[in-house]
């Protein structure tokens, strides 16, 4: 039997190739599978329009093909038995992969293919995929059914959790809800993670409506402002206060770090606003070890006795 894959595709014989496209689109969204579950007719469909795409997307197989169907030819060689003519030859066994007749069972794999014009980029294009390989039968001689190998179409689940700025230091957990069906997952985040960062859990998102499949689950985690302390990269800022006469002679005050409570030596004449650095004292993540730095804020004195007022006054700076 004869197989126009113009007339199969629906397109003229002079179509250019974006219209071929265009066209094979079309009809694969309307007779794919996965949107035609059960339905052997549309399952043909889609195999003959597939075949015939594969031959009229390739401008050599395409040239080949209108030689048969002008000449009774392939090749240049002489057709045996009436060549082709007549009407009676099928024309899909040359334009199976790989080239030239085989048996009546025929499968293209299309993660080889290259451009827009394989059939892995066109039909996940609107089947949700973006890699892999999607594979698909035709002529098949036993009843073996449309086979897929494709990532999941179902879009993934986002949700947004808030925590302390120091349980993102040390790490913590939420047990979240999700909808619809009221499911529960404890999520653990892990130390270290910043503001914005998120976590994407494989599989936990939604099913797949075609393959029941599901997509991912990505959480972004949102961290609250502390007040004492504030996060640049892997280095810590934080503050302490000091008096007027402890900076002017020189003093040792407390620094609470992120894990302890260290001593900070001042020299004589700290000048406000000064920044120390306690190495490594920061947090450590990635494989890199950050510090804490502290700045010294200077109290002045609101009100004065008349002796220090006289001592001021006496002081020449």
Same mark, same amino acid.
Request: one cysteine or more; hydrophobic letters at 30%; glycine letters at 14%.
């Given at each position: !039997?004869?197989?126009?894959?113009?007339?199969?595709? %629906?397109?003229?014989? $002079?179509?250019?190739?974006?219209?071929?496209? #265009?066209?094979?689109? #079309?009809? @694969? !969204?309307?007779?794919?599978?996965?949107?035609?579950?059960?339905?052997?007719?549309?399952?043909?469909?889609?195999?003959?329009? $597939?075949?015939?795409?594969?031959?009229?997307?390739?401008?050599?197989?395409?040239?080949?093909?209108?030689? !048969?169907?002008?000449?009774?030819?392939?090749?240049?060689?002489?057709?045996?038995?009436?060549? +082709? %003519?007549?009407?009676? +030859?099928?024309?899909?066994?040359?334009?199976?992969?790989?080239?030239?007749?085989?048996?009546?069972?025929?499968? +293209?794999?299309?993660?080889?293919?290259?451009?827009?014009?394989?059939f892995e980029e066109i039909l996940n294009s609107f089947f949700g995929g973006s890699g892999?390989?999607? $594979?698909?039968?035709?002529?098949?001689?036993?009843?073996?059914?449309?086979?897929?190998?494709? *990532?999941?179409?179902?879009?993934?689940?986002?949700? *947004?959790?808030?925590?302390?700025?120091?349980?993102?230091?040390?790490?913590? $957990?939420? =047990?979240?809800?999700?909808?619809?069906?009221?499911?529960?997952?404890?999520?653990?985040?892990?130390?270290?993670?910043?503001?914005?960062?998120?976590?994407?859990?494989?599989?936990?998102?939604?099913?797949?409506? +075609?393959?029941?499949?599901?997509?991912?689950?990505?959480?972004?985690?949102?961290?609250?402002?502390?007040?004492?302390? =504030?996060?640049?990269g892997n280095d810590i800022y934080t503050k302490v206060k000091v008096s007027f006469r402890? @900076?002017?002679?020189?003093? #040792?005050?407390?620094?609470? *770090?992120?894990?302890?409570?260290?001593?900070?030596?001042?020299?004589?004449?700290?000048?406000?606003?000064?920044? !120390?650095?306690? #190495?490594?004292? %920061?947090?450590?993540?990635?494989?890199?070890?950050?510090?804490?730095?502290?700045?010294?804020?200077?109290?002045?004195?609101?009100?004065?006795?008349?002796?220090?007022?006289?001592?001021?006054?006496?002081? =020449?700076?």
């Amino acid at each position: !039997m004869s197989r126009n894959y113009y007339d199969i595709l %629906g397109v003229s014989e $002079s179509a250019t190739p974006e219209e071929i496209k #265009k066209q094979f689109r #079309k009809l @694969a !969204m309307k007779y794919h599978p996965d949107r035609n579950h059960g339905d052997k007719t549309a399952e043909d469909k889609f195999k003959k329009i $597939s075949e015939a795409y594969e031959t009229l997307s390739d401008p050599a197989r395409r040239q080949e093909y209108d030689n !048969m169907r002008k000449y009774g030819a392939f090749a240049g060689a002489g057709a045996a038995g009436g060549g +082709f %003519g007549n009407g009676q +030859f099928d024309f899909s066994q040359f334009f199976r992969q790989g080239g030239g007749p085989r048996g009546g069972f025929q499968t +293209f794999r299309t993660g080889g293919l290259d451009g827009l014009d394989g059939f892995e980029e066109i039909l996940n294009s609107f089947f949700g995929g973006s890699g892999g390989h999607f $594979s698909f039968s035709t002529g098949a001689r036993s009843g073996q059914h449309t086979q897929q190998q494709r *990532t999941q179409a179902a879009p993934n689940l986002e949700a *947004t959790v808030t925590i302390s700025f120091i349980e993102a230091v040390r790490g913590t $957990s939420r =047990e979240l809800t999700l909808q619809p069906g009221g499911r529960k997952l404890r999520v653990k985040i892990p130390a270290g993670i910043d503001d914005g960062g998120r976590i994407r859990l494989r599989g936990q998102g939604q099913p797949d409506p +075609f393959t029941g499949k599901n997509s991912d689950l990505i959480i972004t985690v949102k961290v609250m402002p502390d007040q004492n302390f =504030e996060r640049k990269g892997n280095d810590i800022y934080t503050k302490v206060k000091v008096s007027f006469r402890d @900076a002017i002679l020189g003093t #040792k005050v407390p620094v609470k *770090t992120l894990t302890r409570t260290v001593s900070l030596k001042l020299k004589p004449g700290t000048q406000p606003g000064t920044l !120390m650095r306690l #190495k490594g004292q %920061g947090l450590s993540v990635g494989g890199k070890q950050g510090d804490c730095y502290v700045r010294i804020d200077v109290e002045l004195p609101t009100t004065l006795t008349e002796k220090q007022r006289r001592m001021l006054e006496e002081w =020449e700076g």
